[in-house]
């Protein structure tokens, strides 16, 4: 595939998207979307695969939204942008059938603040910095994702205050899950990744799936698909000869 503002690679079933625009900060915008959207559905469609890293390097993560090409969008333009770009791949990260995670070094701000809590883990360096700046540019924030993550009051003080926070905030708020030394971040991440390449593939996409599905659910209804998925799982061929195998240790 040829792509221009990212990279994609894969390596020992693991899938590695790069944003790759350092010299402007690694902005989204509508070709980011959309070649971020094309390296999504490759690495979904890719048995090999079972996990996702999204990174963007050593000095930056990803510092929001392209303004200077925001700033040409027309009004019709808008609701095409947000909807089919920003939220259509932000909701096939969250939804994708692996985990996901987020490598982030330098700045997460904004959209790029809302790329990382897309992902289920967030392993971050200690130059990461983290804010969402929406309100003091005129918008609005991402918030259904960051207030199941860190609370709904913690949420609502990052995004109305804009503050930026560091690493070690984020880590004590739950917003980051380990925090590694700049030239250990991929190495980190991809050992995190690595712990998934050896699991039961049908086990391992369809738990990841449960942690989706159930937040929306109430409890009876939870717990209803949570036993039908251990039904479905324990009568398979694959669950059959793992505990076998278990068994003659």
């Excluded at 929001?64 to 920003?86: C, K, L, Q, R, V």
């Excluded at 701000?109 to 910095?129: N, Q, Y």
């Excluded at 159930?214 to 036993?227: L, R, S």
Aim: glycine share 6%; aromatic share 10%; charged share 30%.
């Amino acid at each position: 595939m040829e792509l221009e503002c990212l990279k994609y690679d894969k390596k020992d079933g693991v899938a590695t998207i790069t944003l790759n625009r350092p010299e402007k900060r690694n902005p989204l915008s509508p070709q980011v979307f959309k070649e971020m959207a094309i390296c999504l559905d490759t690495a979904s469609d890719d048995a090999e695969v079972a996990a996702l890293i999204i990174t963007g390097g050593e000095k930056v993560f990803c510092a929001g939204m392209d303004i200077a090409e925001m700033m040409e969008f027309a009004p019709e333009d808008t609701y095409t942008f947000w909807n089919s770009g920003y939220n259509v791949t932000f909701e096939k990260i969250y939804n994708f059938r692996v985990p996901t995670i987020a490598a982030v070094s330098g700045y997460a701000l904004a959209g790029g603040f809302d790329l990382a809590v897309c992902c289920d883990f967030r392993i971050a360096s200690e130059t990461a910095r983290f804010a969402q700046l929406e309100v003091n540019v005129g918008l609005s924030p991402g918030i259904d994702r960051l207030w199941r993550l860190v609370g709904l009051s913690r949420a609502k003080y990052l995004g109305l205050t804009c503050d930026m926070i560091d690493v070690q905030e984020a880590y004590r708020i739950g917003l980051v899950d380990k925090v590694v030394k700049v030239e250990e971040l991929m190495s980190e991440t991809e050992a995190l990744a690595a712990k998934f390449t050896g699991k039961p593939r049908e086990a391992l996409e369809k738990a990841k799936q449960s942690y989706v599905n159930v937040v929306n659910m109430d409890h009876k209804a939870a717990i209803t698909w949570e036993t039908l998925l251990l039904c479905r799982l324990f009568d398979t061929e694959e669950r059959k000869q793992i505990m076998e195998r278990f068994l003659k240790r």
